[in-house]
């Protein structure tokens, strides 16, 4: 049993578990069966769906701060009923110690998923010793136990996601040209260390890119059957390069299905032209981090944009309709008043 706890204050709709999508139907592939819940969507009787689907183990992903709440609420009723627990996510990954200390679960699964949760339930079923696994901490003899994080998955192995598994509609949201929008997931990772990230230790600053064929066959599926309109790609770097961003468009534009886009990418990646090819491939907005207009705090922070790239990028973008949406980062530990 696979459970996205309730986050509550979101100033938006909530958006579709990717992640735990994708470990759902890794394990689906490998035999497993799994139920995923999604408590920030659906009012869930887990009592009941405990009962009904009697899991061995259950999983609960912990992305921020604003999950650990019913986290610990949905932890407490699995321990009830003597179900192993293992939490995982970004936030779990960080405090993975001071979550087996406050005994909120047996198991904490540092970094990516997929590969390390196949191994512990092979261990687990097989009664073998899961210390040799990479990628999940636990206490033994009431010590911390960690071997280091997994290595990261082969993307090209990994099956296409099976969106069946949840109701995607339930995540819809109105944005930019569109009114039914899911986020889809096309790549893993950055290549770069800003010193704020999560993603040079979850993802160790390794860019993945994941099957083109995949992709698209995961918008065609939610097109047709879900009456999707609008995708926002969720990589914390859209295209590591102009060639993968016209591999990109191109599909886009080849494809006959009717949906627009917006990413996230950097600062000074593209030309205006690439941008009006953008939007004639069906991009609408696009997220930029630059986080600071100081050139010296930009340098403290490991970003490698420059400052006098900023305003042409943003002109290129409005020139060619595309909204920018720009992020800042207020109170830095470096900022003077």
Not at 201 to 222: A, G, T, W
């Amino acid at each position: 049993m696979l459970i996205n706890p309730n986050t509550k204050f979101n100033a938006r709709s909530v958006s579709i578990p990717l992640g735990l999508i994708s470990i759902a139907t890794y394990l689906k592939t490998l035999g497993h069966s799994v139920r995923l819940l999604d408590a920030s969507v659906n009012q869930i009787d887990f009592q009941k769906e405990i009962n009904e689907f009697q899991p061995n183990i259950a999983g609960v992903s912990v992305i921020g701060h604003k999950s650990l709440p019913d986290s610990v609420k949905i932890s407490a009723v699995l321990r009830k009923n003597n179900i192993t627990v293992a939490w995982g996510g970004p936030l779990a990954s960080c405090i993975c110690e001071l979550i087996l200390n406050y005994n909120y679960a047996d198991y904490v699964f540092c970094g990516e998923g997929e590969l390390a949760w196949a191994e512990l339930l092979d261990a687990l079923a097989d009664n073998t010793d899961i210390s040799k696994i990479d990628g999940i901490a636990f206490l033994r003899n009431g010590k911390f136990h960690f071997n280091g994080q997994h290595s990261l998955a082969d993307l090209s192995l990994l099956p296409k996601m099976d969106f069946s598994i949840v109701n995607p509609s339930d995540y819809f949201q109105k944005t930019f040209g569109c009114e039914r929008m899911l986020h889809i997931c096309a790549s893993k990772g950055c290549p770069n260390h800003c010193t704020f990230c999560y993603n040079k230790d979850f993802n160790l600053s390794q860019y993945r890119k994941r099957p083109i064929e995949q992709v698209m066959d995961e918008i065609r599926y939610l097109v047709e059957k879900y009456s999707m309109d609008g995708i926002y790609f969720t990589d914390e770097l859209w295209a590591n390069s102009r060639e993968e961003m016209l591999e990109y468009c191109s599909a886009f534009k080849n494809s006959d299905l009717n949906f627009v886009w917006g990413c996230q990418t950097t600062i000074g990646r593209f030309t205006e032209e690439d941008y009006k090819y953008m939007y004639d491939c069906g991009c609408r907005w696009i997220f930029f981090g630059i986080e600071s207009g100081s050139s010296s705090l930009l340098k403290k922070l490991g970003k490698t944009i420059d400052l006098d790239s900023v305003e042409p990028s943003l002109r290129f973008c409005y020139n060619a309709g595309i909204n920018s949406i720009a992020a800042f980062i207020v109170g830095l530990p470096y900022e003077t008043e």
